[in-house]
């Protein structure tokens, strides 16, 4: 049997609990992955909803390969390798019916929002903690309170903790399709990871590949169960181990 010719892909993941987690797992993938970038040209993004504060704190702790793109923010910053500016046509585009203090008036009011610290709070992004418990009836009156200010916004609740208000087309699965297109990579050459509601964006209604790692939050996993799609794998092993697992089941590696 001949073997199919090895192609440069473009890996787009996010870091908590799917690239990040599981130390030994990502050391390996982190060789094959340098490899693959410098035999065939493979890129690599990073997405994540660390502000540029906490990203940094991320890639000294773990000495993470210098990604080709980075997306910050839960898709609201976009920034291309030796670049500090973030990607302003991207920024401009989000900028449409946003008010950034009036999200943050709004969300005053509710006692269940606890606000996250000053870096996590961006631009494009107003980033709270909730419960679990409080989350299924703040969320829909939070959205309608804002609503009814006008204000053009989505909520996305994480890790059943994190509760982030972005401007309605601001998300990963949008800065990726933005991002593609830039570089001009086919979605049948591209490949998505992520474990939980925040990546969501990159899976649905989108043509690209997904991974989906094993140790996956049930935000993420019940919708997947729910909306089966053969271009979306959901890997046995976590974290790295699972993006390795899924590289593999597509044979990008
Ligand atoms: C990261 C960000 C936080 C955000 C969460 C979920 O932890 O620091 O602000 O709420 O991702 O997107
Ligand atoms: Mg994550």
Redesign the pocket.
């Known amino acids: 049997m001949s073997e199919l010719p090895v192609q440069p892909f473009l890996l787009i993941t996010?870091?908590?609990?799917?690239l990040v987690g599981l130390d030994t797992a990502l050391d390996e993938l982190n060789q094959k992955l340098d490899q693959h970038r410098q035999k065939y040209g493979t890129r690599l993004i990073y997405s994540?909803?660390r502000s540029p504060t906490l990203y940094r704190e991320l890639e000294e702790e773990k000495g993470l390969l210098k990604p080709d793109v980075l997306i910050l923010s839960v898709g609201t910053e976009i920034y291309y390798q030796g670049q500090d500016a973030i990607d302003t046509g991207w920024a401009e585009r989000l900028s449409q019916g946003w008010n950034q203090a009036e999200v943050r008036a709004v969300g005053s009011h509710f006692a269940d929002l606890v606000p996250q610290p000053e870096t996590e709070q961006r631009p494009y992004k107003v980033s709270y903690f909730l419960s679990e418990a409080a989350a299924k009836e703040v969320i829909p009156r939070f959205d309608k309170a804002l609503r009814d200010r006008g204000i053009d916004a989505q909520l996305i609740y994480?890790?059943g903790q994190d509760l982030d208000i972005l401007p309605r087309h601001a998300n990963k699965g949008n800065a990726m399709g933005f991002i593609r297109e830039q570089l001009g990579i086919g979605s049948e050459h591209t490949i998505a990871c992520?474990?939980?509601g925040?990546?969501l964006s990159m899976f649905q209604a989108r043509d690209e590949r997904g991974i989906i790692v094993g140790n996956a939050?049930p935000e993420l996993l019940e919708w997947h169960y729910l909306n089966p799609n053969p271009n979306r794998y959901l890997a046995k092993n976590h974290c790295a181990a699972g993006i390795l697992e899924g590289l593999q089941h597509f044979g990008f590696l």
Request: net charge negative; aromatic share 0%.
């Open positions: 996010d870091l908590d609990n799917t994540t909803g994480s890790g992520g474990d939980s925040n990546d939050r």
